[in-house]
């Protein structure tokens, strides 16, 4: 009798690692199957091969152009291949935008070549290009304080240079010089605006994304130098002499085009109508392959998708995968699938909701907006995804990016936080190809989003809505 106290003891010491958490609406079976799955994905997943697949037989695949219809195709075909229950397109439609040729130089007082890259979105320059004196500011703030008309006839150069942070929070100071630039410049009456590169290589191409325009402010071109170009044109600048510059680029807007977002399902067997969305965006830049942005997101989405769907008894709700249309340019993919579930009364059937859209690297966070009821459920998934090195945090965090318009409508969401040190060398350059993905890091990504979406879509728990921010 005396040893049953100790064996009970024991029990319970071994209970947290199989038993259900109070609270999380999953039990051990639910455990063990999603701890198969995270297993399943850590010996090999199908992800690599799909980003492999995407970027060798589409490629670069801008939005509007020939190679976003091909893969639509590519991500339709996937789908089905994989196995999904349900495969289906879902139009999104927006203005196409296309690249020309991009060249500056320097004219005087050192006369050599510059390497840029126009901004996406951006009008082209007069035929035969701009000629003027630059005009060097060290944010959009310094500029944005210039007195009115005092730029009436010169380019502007807004030098500031994005730190690099594991997370990737030096972006946000930096991209307003990017998105904003040719409005504050051309308010002051600035022919064109170039920009320090948002990104953190020191590699001699620029990085593009894209600017916007309002419609009473006179459109300017706008183009982005590489960052050492950046460095030259800054070293002259400080010499205190004019430094003339010569920007020719081409580029065209033309009417609307109607891509697609493309969506395979793993149907629930319980409660169909409710889903767990996971996905990642299928449009890239033109310059690289998209293999970091955002192939790595669509190819681990759609192998964690596929990894649940083999599953002998599928979750209790509906796994649904998005691979997003043009996300580049402006969210048009997500947005165009909120409003689409607004229309249609599904907002409430929005279970959680994770976007994968920050490159390849192995992630270490997971952190959640959902009612506080459904903590618990957060907490249960963070536990069995503690052995791939990923630590649940209690605050912080956002939405990807196309999962944004639909979280602003009340939908909880969740963010598996990736190491980003050196997304900023490749985003947005020529220079996003394939070799800077280590395939095992897109296993351990795969896992993680196995685990998430299998046990959100298992779970007994409802998620709530979150609160929704006023806009502002
Ligand atoms: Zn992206
Ligand atoms: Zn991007």
């Given amino acids: 009798m005396r040893l049953?106290?100790?064996l009970i003891a024991a029990a319970l010491l071994a209970l947290p690692a199989h038993a259900s958490t109070p609270g999380s609406g999953l039990d051990a079976a639910d455990i063990a199957a999603a701890e198969?799955?995270?297993?399943?994905?850590?010996?090999?997943?199908?992800?690599?091969?799909?980003?492999?697949?995407?970027?060798?037989?589409?490629?670069?695949?801008?939005?509007?152009?020939?190679?976003?219809?091909?893969?639509?195709?590519?991500?339709k075909a996937k789908f089905e291949a994989l196995g999904f229950d349900k495969v289906y397109l879902e139009p999104v439609t927006f203005p196409v935008w296309v690249r020309g040729h991009e060249r500056a130089e320097v004219l005087a007082p050192f006369p050599q070549p510059l390497v840029i890259t126009a901004l996406g979105g951006s009008v082209g320059t007069?035929?035969?290009?701009?000629?003027?004196?630059?005009?060097?500011?060290?944010?959009?703030?310094?500029?944005?304080?210039?007195?009115?008309?005092?730029?009436?006839?010169?380019?502007?150069y807004i030098s500031n240079r994005m730190v690099r942070f594991k997370d990737g929070r030096g972006y946000g100071p930096a991209v307003g010089a990017r998105a904003n630039g040719a409005v504050e410049a051309a308010k002051k009456g600035a022919l064109a605006v170039v920009i320090?590169?948002?990104?953190?290589?020191?590699?001699?191409?620029?990085?593009?994304?894209t600017m916007r325009y309002l419609p009473e402010v006179p459109r300017i071109p706008a183009a982005a130098l590489s960052n050492p170009d950046a460095?030259?044109?800054?070293?002259?600048?400080?010499?205190?002499?004019?430094?003339?510059?010569?920007?020719?680029?081409?580029?065209?807007?033309?009417?609307?085009?109607?891509?697609?977002?493309?969506?395979?399902?793993?149907?629930?067997?319980?409660?169909?109508?409710?889903?767990?969305?996971?996905?990642?965006?299928?449009?890239?830049?033109?310059?690289g392959t998209g293999a970091i942005d955002d192939g790595a997101g669509v190819g681990l989405t759609m192998a964690a998708g596929a990894l649940i769907g083999e599953l002998e008894r599928a979750p209790?709700?509906?796994?649904?995968?998005?691979?997003?249309?043009?996300?580049?340019?402006?969210?048009?993919?997500?947005?165009?699938?909120?409003?689409?579930?607004?229309?249609?009364?599904?907002?409430?059937?929005?279970?959680?909701?994770?976007?994968?859209?920050?490159?390849?690297?192995?992630?270490?966070?997971?952190?959640?907006?959902?009612?506080?009821?459904?903590?618990?459920?957060?907490?249960?998934?963070?536990?069995?995804?503690a052995p791939l090195g990923i630590a649940t945090e209690a605050t912080g965090g956002s939405p990807g990016p196309d999962v944004g318009p639909i979280v602003a409508l009340?939908?909880?969401?969740?963010?598996?936080?990736?190491?980003?040190?050196?997304?900023?060398?490749?985003?947005h350059t020529a220079n996003d190809t394939l070799d800077k993905i280590d395939p095992k890091a897109l296993d351990q990504q795969v896992a993680a989003y196995a685990v998430l979406a299998y046990l959100a879509a298992e779970t007994d728990v409802d998620f709530g809505a979150v609160p929704v921010k006023p806009a502002n």
């Fill in 231 to 287: 460095d030259l044109l800054s070293h002259m600048v400080q010499r205190g002499q004019p430094v003339r510059l010569r920007l020719d680029i081409a580029t065209e807007t033309r009417g609307d085009y109607t891509s697609h977002n493309v969506i395979g399902e793993i149907r629930g067997r319980d409660l169909p109508d409710e889903v767990v969305t996971i996905g990642g965006h299928l449009d890239s830049w033109d310059q």
């Fill in 316 to 385: 209790r709700r509906t796994v649904r995968v998005i691979a997003y249309a043009n996300e580049e340019q402006g969210l048009y993919g997500g947005k165009a699938y909120a409003a689409a579930r607004a229309a249609a009364g599904q907002i409430p059937g929005h279970q959680l909701s994770a976007e994968s859209d920050f490159g390849a690297g192995r992630i270490y966070a997971l952190r959640a907006g959902v009612d506080p009821a459904a903590w618990p459920v957060i907490e249960r998934i963070g536990q069995v995804l």
């Fill in 196 to 209: 320090r590169s948002i990104g953190t290589s020191n590699d001699r191409f620029g990085h593009t994304g």
């Fill in 4 to 6: 049953l106290p100790c």
């Fill in 410 to 427: 009340g939908a909880p969401w969740a963010q598996l936080a990736q190491d980003g040190t050196d997304y900023f060398d490749y985003h």
């Fill in 36 to 75: 198969g799955l995270r297993d399943r994905a850590i010996q090999g997943s199908q992800a690599w091969a799909l980003v492999e697949s995407l970027t060798t037989e589409v490629g670069p695949r801008i939005a509007g152009s020939p190679a976003d219809a091909r893969a639509v195709a590519w991500a």
């Fill in 126 to 156: 007069p035929a035969g290009g701009v000629e003027a004196e630059v005009v060097a500011f060290a944010d959009l703030a310094a500029l944005s304080a210039a007195p009115e008309g005092s730029l009436k006839g010169k380019i502007a």
